[in-house]
């Protein structure tokens, strides 16, 4: 493997893990999360990536790794496959569809947090 991407030293700490002090200060890995489900429902399962870091022992530059990626791309996969299936019921009457991609969108956003289609009564 090459050495650090910042200064090129050879010097380097693998598998260093990140450690959150969570509620009661519960030592737990700093991880991503992945939300598998639609966006509108109070349940919302997730995947959860813990970080790695390799920290260079010269300059101290840390580069972060998920240990699952795969697993973050399937939950990415299968969200998108429930989304597209079963599209969520209408949160308030204030929340706008998508006309392109269906999403229902925040009252405040002009355009939609998906396609970017901008949103059909906002004057543009
Ligand atoms: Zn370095
Ligand atoms: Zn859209």
Same mark, same amino acid.
């Given at each position: 493997?090459?050495? &650090?991407?910042? +200064? @090129?030293?050879?010097? =380097? ?9 969570? $509620? ?31 920290? &260079?022992?010269? +300059? @101290?530059?840390?580069? =972060? ?9 399937? $939950? ?49």
């Amino acid at each position: 493997m090459a050495g &650090c991407s910042k +200064c @090129g030293s050879n010097v =380097l700490i693998h598998h260093a893990r990140i450690i959150d002090h969570g $509620a009661h200060n519960w030592e737990q890995d700093l991880s991503v999360k992945v939300y598998t489900a639609p966006f509108g429902l109070l349940f919302r399962g997730g995947v959860s990536g813990p970080l790695e870091a390799t920290v &260079c022992g010269a +300059c @101290g530059f840390t580069e =972060l790794y998920v240990l699952n990626p795969r697993e973050l791309v399937k $939950a990415v996969e299968e969200s998108e496959k429930v989304r597209r299936e079963q599209p969520p019921r209408e949160p308030g009457p204030w929340y706008w569809r998508c006309s392109n991609c269906h999403r229902m969108n925040a009252p405040s956003s002009k355009s939609c947090m998906d396609c970017s289609t901008s949103r059909p009564d906002s004057g543009s």
